[in-house]
């Protein structure tokens, strides 16, 4: 069965350092987001992705916050200098090109900041 | 108010109970609603996707949908210790991209 796979699965880092976070969407899906769950807290949305460019974001994924698909497999979050409230679970999700499209999840990357 | 709300719980039931899990929300704009399981530490999964308001059943899972209420339920008949989970609602918009919004989920646990 098809799946979004997510590395790494936990990062440790320093506050200020650059952090990114990896995604290998499903292969024939079209639309690709970031999800962030700080722990005990709800899965809030990010970002979303369609067409090589960002479709729609959050007030959360603010000037430190970047994605890209660099390869057309891959979809990075790049965080640019991290600060201890970013420590959170990372969903990366994708859909396919149907406004019904069911949305699939990745297992996460945990990111802690030191 | 906000806009996806969902009792957190915990909700601590014995096997073979039925299980009520509910969210209410307030923009009428939703159109698609669904429920997701997330065991811990891991991402969430689809358990249920409806789209029009009624009930729609797979297997002991049942999904029902007022939206006049703006009102959404899950239901687990003959819950068993592997339901013991954080069960998410979410619902979207019909527009593509749109994000999905979440409710903060409840958890349940099922003895056995």
């Known amino acids: 069965e098809p799946e979004v796979t997510q590395t790494p699965s936990h990062q440790v880092t320093q506050m200020g350092q650059e952090v990114i976070l990896r995604c290998v969407p499903i292969?024939?899906?079209?639309?690709f987001y970031w999800y962030r769950q700080i722990l005990g807290q709800k899965v809030e949305f990010l970002v979303s992705?369609?067409?090589?460019?960002?479709?729609?974001k959050s007030e959360i994924f603010d000037d430190q916050f970047s994605v890209e698909r660099p390869d057309g497999s891959n979809f990075t979050l790049k965080i640019r200098s991290t600060k201890l409230e970013d420590s959170a679970m990372y969903f990366c999700?994708?859909?396919?090109?149907?406004?019904?499209?069911?949305?699939?999840f990745g297992e996460g990357s945990r990111l802690t900041v030191l | 108010q906000k806009e996806v709300e969902q009792d957190p719980g915990p909700l601590s039931v014995p096997e073979g109970a039925i299980v009520s899990l509910n969210c209410t929300y307030s923009?009428?704009?939703?159109?698609?609603f669904m429920w997701y399981r997330q065991y811990s530490r891991k991402g969430p999964e689809l358990l249920m996707y409806?789209?029009?308001?009624g009930n729609k059943e797979d297997g002991r899972f049942t999904a029902q949908v007022d939206k006049s209420s703006k009102y959404i339920s899950l239901f687990i008949r003959d819950s068993q210790p592997s339901d013991s989970a954080t069960y998410l609602c979410?619902?979207?918009?019909?527009?593509?991209?749109?994000?999905?919004?979440f409710g903060k989920g409840t958890t349940l646990s099922v003895s056995s």
């Open positions: 292969s024939n899906h079209l639309y």
């Open positions: 999700a994708s859909r396919d090109g149907r406004d019904t499209g069911e949305l699939f």
């Open positions: 992705f369609y067409n090589n460019e960002i479709s729609e």
């Open positions: 923009n009428s704009a939703f159109q698609y």
């Open positions: 409806t789209y029009s308001s």
């Open positions: 979410a619902m979207i918009v019909n527009q593509a991209g749109t994000a999905l919004i």
